[in-house]
């Protein structure tokens, strides 16, 4: 596992020889070796199409690629972090979410709209949340920003998952989402978004909630 919790709020990593990792710019606190931190123009593990393919869906958040030999200490705003483990599956993630991950990894953009069609994209313009999400595969581990702290509920065909859309954090596994209303369109008059909204996941897989309604 590339990440070491140091605390809440700060994760280290150990750079390798021959294995790259990239970082949201700004992330790096501190370092010990021989490790550079080139700004990264190619949208990632994935190049120009990647890096296209996230401009037009707005989540082009700018990465740093991270190679060398040490260990480098990331956090960023003060945000809890969240370090999530992938065996094969895909993680869905907004980019400003991102603190750093593996290069091992495999970026592509996914348009929200293609899960659970119009309300898709109601999700993203009443909940804030972009209408296309960052995309993460393979093998390798990914540090998420979150406030509040986070917890990991995991998602069954028998038991769906219901989100406070502004909780959300990620979801990774064989997931499906669409937004609905938890009341009368009467009863939302003079209301804002709030718990009027909720994000149903159902599928296989796992979601991640923070401990607070607020963005980053």
């Known amino acids: 596992m590339p990440f070491r919790e140091i605390n809440s709020r700060m994760v280290e990593a150990q750079i390798e020889p021959g294995r790259q990792m990239f970082s949201q710019r700004g992330a790096m606190l501190a370092y010990k070796g021989e490790v550079t931190f080139t700004p990264n123009i190619q949208g ?13 869906a707005g989540e082009a958040a700018p990465l740093m690629t991270v190679e060398g030999s040490g260990t480098v200490m990331f956090g ?59 995309t993460l595969k393979g093998h390798g581990a990914v ?53 009027a909204f909720q994000l149903e996941l159902s599928g296989n897989g796992a979601v991640f909630v923070q401990a607070s309604e607020e963005k980053l």
């Open 143 to 195: 540090a998420v920003m979150a406030h509040g702290g986070v917890i990991e509920l995991p998602i069954t065909p028998q038991q769906p998952v219901h989100v406070d859309p502004q909780a959300y954090v990620a979801h990774h596994g064989d997931v499906r989402n669409k937004l609905s209303t938890a009341l009368g369109w009467r009863d939302m008059v003079g209301r804002g978004s709030g718990e």
């Open 44 to 56: 990632g593990q994935g190049g120009l199409t990647s890096m296209l393919g996230r401009r037009i």
């Open 76 to 134: 960023h705003g003060g945000h809890h972090i969240q370090v999530i483990n992938l065996s094969g599956d895909t993680l869905y993630v907004e980019a400003d979410r991102l603190l750093a991950f593996d290069g091992t990894l495999q970026q592509g953009t996914m348009f929200m709209g293609s899960q659970g069609g119009v309300m898709g994209m109601v999700r993203g313009q009443v909940t804030g949340q972009g209408l296309f999400t960052t």
